[in-house]
C-alpha cells in the first residue's frame, strides 16, 4: 500500500509500527453545529481508507477526536443561553445520527477534549519542565524557536513564518510564532484548575495529548481536511515531538477540500449544505459516491448537477445489483458448470485491478471506474441461462468491491418488499375507512406490479404472479 505522506510530500510505501495494525488519530469537528458536507467529505474519505485498510487485513485503532472546548463553543453556549457541556452534548449526538445515516464507520474512540483535561495540563506543565513552553498571566505559550523542525509539515523555516505573522502580534509573546497551548479564563468562559490559575486548553494541545494517551506516543497516521495542515498540525508536531522526544507521526494525510463555485464550503461563507438536509434528498450511497469519484487529494467543485450525476451512477451500479437479485430467485439450475467457474475466476482481475488502484494512495476515482467495467461484464454474461450459483458469487464480489467505499450493500429486493408491505397497509385502512374503490385500486395496483393478494384468516398474504 503506498500513502501520499504530506510530511515528505512524497507517495512512501506504507509501513505499519507493529505488523498487522494501524494507528490512526483524525482531527474531528468542532461540536458546535451540525457539519456540513464539506466537513462529510474528509470524514467519508478517511472512513473509505479505514475501511479499505480493514478489507486489506489490517486491525486499525482508529481514533477521532471530538473539539468541544473553545471559542465557538463558547460562542455558541452563550448565544443558546446553555453551558458549553450542553452544547457539546447536543451535537455530538447531532454528528452520530449524520455520520450514521452517511454509513460512516463509528471509530474506536471518539475523544472528548473536555474529558482529558488532567491529562492536558500534565503535558503542559510537562513542556514547561523541558523549557518548551513559558506562562504569562495565566495564558501558556510553545516556544517555537526551541524546536528546531518547526515548519517541516508546511515546508518552510521560522524566519519566513515570522515575517508572514500578523502585526499586531501580542506583546506579551516572546516570538510571534509562538502559540497558546492554554488559556487563560476570561469572564463568562469556563475553566478548569490548573497551576497557572484557571483556565482551558488551546485547540492545538488536545490532539497532541489524546492521540499519545490513546494511540501512544509514536503513531502511524495522522490526518484532517487540508486547512489544518498549517497551523493546527504543525502545532501538534512541535508539542509532541518536544515533549517525547519521538517521532510524533509517521505518515500524515490530508484531504482537499469540497469546494461550492471554487470557494471552500465553510460555515463562514454561508455556503453550505449541511449532511442532514442532503440525506433528506439523497440516499448515503449518492452521497458517498460523489465524494469518492474524486481522488481524495484533489479539491471537488460541488454542484447539484454532480449530485444527480452521482445519483444516475449509483442507480446503475444497483441496477446490475438487481438485476442479480432477480436472476438468483428466478434461474433453474443451482451448480456453476465448469465454464461458469473459468468465468467467474476471470473477473478477479477486476478484483486485481481495484486492489492496485486502492493500494496507490486510495485512488477511488480509478477503483470505481473498474467497478463499472466489472458490472458490464457481468451484465453481458451473466443472465437467465446461468447458474444460482454464479448469479450468488457475481454479486458477492460486486457487493465486496463495494464495501470499502461504503457502497453498494443494500438490497433492491428489500425496497420492493417494503413497497409492498407498504401499499397493503394503505388498503386495509382504505378498507377500514369504507373506502372500496381506493382498495380496489391499490389491488389493481399491485397487480400491475405482478403482485396478488391473499386473504388469509393469518392477514393479507401476497405472492409473485409468475
Ligand atoms: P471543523 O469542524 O471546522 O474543525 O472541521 C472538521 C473537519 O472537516 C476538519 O478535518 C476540516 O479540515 C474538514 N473540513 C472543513 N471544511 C471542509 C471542506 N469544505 N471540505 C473538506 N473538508 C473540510
Ligand atoms: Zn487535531
Known amino acids: 500500500m503506498k500513502i501520499y505522506n504530506s510530511l515528505t510530500r512524497k507517495k512512501e510505501e506504507f509501513v505499519p509500527i507493529v505488523p498487522g495494525k494501524i494507528s490512526m488519530y483524525v482531527c474531528g469537528p468542532t461540536v458546535y453545529n451540525y457539519f456540513h458536507i464539506g466537513n ?45 457541556k450542553e452544547i457539546g452534548d ?53 516556544r517555537t524557536k ?15 513564518l515570522r515575517s508572514g505573522a500578523r ?14 497551548i492554554w488559556k487563560a479564563q476570561k469572564p463568562g468562559e469556563p475553566g478548569w484548575e490548573c497551576p497557572w490559575g484557571v483556565g482551558r486548553p488551546g485547540w492545538h494541545i488536545e490532539c497532541s495529548c489524546m492521540a499519545k494517551k490513546l494511540l501512544g506516543e509514536t503513531i502511524d497516521i495522522h490526518a484532517g481536511g487540508m486547512d489544518l495542515a498549517f497551523p493546527h498540525h504543525e502545532n501538534e508536531i512541535a508539542q509532541s515531538e518536544a515533549l517525547t522526544g519521538k517521532k510524533f507521526a509517521n505518515y500524515w494525510m490530508h484531504a482537499a ?15 453550505f449544505l449541511t449532511a442532514r438536509d442532503a440525506l433528506k434528498q439523497y440516499d448515503p450511497d449518492v452521497i458517498r459516491f460523489l465524494m469518492l469519484s474524486g481522488h481524495y487529494r484533489i479539491q471537488l467543485n460541488f454542484s447539484n448537477d454532480l ?13 446490475a445489483i438487481g438485476n442479480l437479485e432477480s436472476l438468483i430467485s428466478e434461474v433453474k439450475i443451482n451448480e456453476m458448470t465448469e465454464d461458469e467457474v473459468k468465468y467467474l475466476n476471470s473477473l478477479d482481475s477486476y478484483r486485481q485491478r ?16 473498474v467497478l463499472f467495467d466489472l458490472i458490464r461484464d457481468i451484465n453481458s454474461n451473466v443472465g437467465i441461462n446461468s447458474s444460482k450459483e454464479l448469479c450468488e458469487k457475481a454479486l458477492e464480489l460486486i457487493r465486496e468491491l463495494g464495501s470499502p467505499l461504503g457502497i453498494l450493500q443494500k438490497t433492491t429486493k428489500g425496497n420492493l418488499e417494503e413497497e409492498i408491505e407498504a401499499l397493503i397497509a ?24 405482478g403482485i396478488e393478494l391473499l386473504d388469509t384468516p393469518q392477514g393479507v398474504r401476497w405472492k409473485k404472479i409468475d
Do not use: C, W
Open 426 to 449: 394503505e388498503r386495509q385502512q382504505a378498507r377500514k375507512d369504507r373506502n372500496f374503490a381506493l382498495a380496489d385500486k391499490i389491488r389493481d395496483e399491485l397487480k400491475a406490479k
Open 307 to 319: 449530485l444527480e450525476s452521482a445519483k444516475a451512477s449509483v442507480e446503475r451500479l444497483y441496477n
Open 354 to 369: 481495484y486492489i492496485e488502484k486502492m493500494d496507490d494512495d486510495f485512488n477511488t476515482a480509478d477503483a470505481i471506474s
Open 90 to 142: 447536543k451535537y455530538i449526538a447531532e454528528y452520530y445520527k449524520d455520520a450514521d445515516g452517511l454509513n460512516i464507520k463509528r471509530a474506536t474512540t471518539n475523544p472528548r477534549a473536555t474529558e482529558y483535561i488532567s491529562e492536558i495540563i500534565e503535558f503542559v506543565s510537562g513542556l514547561i519542565e523541558k523549557g518548551y513552553a513559558y506562562e504569562v498571566d495565566g495564558d501558556v505559550y510553545f
Open 167 to 180: 502585526i499586531n502580534v501580542d506583546e506579551r509573546k516572546e516570538d510571534p510564532v509562538d502559540f497558546a
Open 257 to 271: 477540500f469540497l469546494n461550492v463555485n471554487n470557494q471552500k464550503m465553510s460555515k463562514s461563507l454561508n455556503n
Open 146 to 160: 526551541k524546536f528546531e523542525n518547526y515548519g517541516q509539515l508546511i515546508g518552510q523555516n521560522l524566519d519566513d
Open 40 to 84: 462529510g467529505r474528509t470524514f467519508i474519505v478517511f472512513d473509505t481508507i479505514r475501511r479499505y485498510m480493514e478489507y486489506r487485513g489490517y486491525e486499525v485503532n482508529f481514533v477521532q477526536n471530538f473539539t468541544d472546548i473553545d471559542d465557538k463553543m463558547i460562542n455558541k453556549a452563550n448565544e443558546e443561553h446553555t453551558t458549553v
